[in-house]
Nanobody
């Protein structure tokens, strides 16, 4: 059973940076397409970024393009989300997700989920 554990969330001022990590266990990391979603209070879960199993394809929501960078390290079984120039509207619980198939921008396309990590950006 694939398990995902997020870390790296916290409180940061607007304009600051955070790096989120998602560590995978119980599966073949190199075979997984992976993504980050986020959910703010009272809002639906939304797509943030996704990366193919090889790392060769990376996709970003328009709201984070140019500010967030996704990467993966097979030696560590870990995916990273570097978040720069953070804005108060980035405040949300960030969820790591994974699937054995192609990347997508819909939450229902992913079979495996972490429990989330809180990111709070103060103005």
């Amino acid at each position: 059973q694939v398990q995902l554990v997020e870390s790296g969330g916290g409180l940061v001022q607007a304009g600051g940076s955070l790096e989120l990590s998602c560590t995978v266990s119980g599966g073949t990391f190199s075979a997984l397409a992976m993504a980050w979603f986020r959910q703010a209070p009272g809002k639906e879960r939304e797509f943030v970024a996704a990366i193919t199993w090889s790392g060769g394809g990376r996709y970003y929501a328009d709201s984070v393009k140019g500010r967030f960078t996704l990467s993966r390290d097979s030696a560590k079984n870990t995916m990273f989300l570097q978040m720069n120039s953070l804005k108060p509207e980035d405040t949300a619980v960030y969820y790591c997700s994974a699937d054995n198939h192609r990347v997508g921008e819909l939450a229902r396309e992913y079979d495996y989920w972490g429990r989330g990590t809180q990111v709070t950006v103060s103005s």
